[in-house]
């Protein structure tokens, strides 16, 4: 599970910069850079990092 989330972070985490400001030196705001599709799936991912990290939490604190 942690891989899982570790793949996720890789592919997210770098356009976390876009994601905020867009491309202001091009003139583009995020809702040029970015589909619904994009949208939905980060959002998708997201979530699935909040159900794995709930897990990761959970066993860790039972040990």
Known sequence: ???E??????ELAPEHG??????PALGLTL???YSKEDAER????ARKAVVIM??????????
């Not at 876009?18 to 491309?23: A, D, F, M, N, S």
């Not at 980060?42 to 991912?45: D, E, M, P, T």
């Open 31 to 33: 809702w040029d850079l």
């Open 54 to 63: 709930r897990e990761v939490l959970k066993d860790m604190l039972h040990l």
């Open 18 to 23: 876009r994601t905020t400001y867009g491309e």
């Open 1 to 3: 599970m942690v891989e």
């Open 42 to 45: 980060a959002l998708g991912l």
């Open 5 to 10: 989330l570790a793949d996720m972070v890789r």
